[in-house]
């Protein structure tokens, strides 16, 4: 997933696509586990997207706060 494509977000999109991300990493985990998954790389690519989205939602939130004082 692209930074252009997180900012084009809304905050409540953000935390669905978090959930199902976090959702898609344990598969992919579990997945691993029980045998080798054809591309391993997959999981690393999705805890780095989970990482993006979570750092734009800390951003915002930010924003918003700042903002309130």
Known sequence: MKNSEILELS???LTARINEEKNNLTKLKFAHA???IE???RITKVRKDIARLNTELT????????EKE
């Open 11 to 13: 905050t409540e999109q």
């Open 34 to 36: 029980v045998s080798a």
């Open 39 to 41: 591309n391993p790389t």
């Open 59 to 66: 951003k915002r939130n930010a924003t918003v706060a700042s």
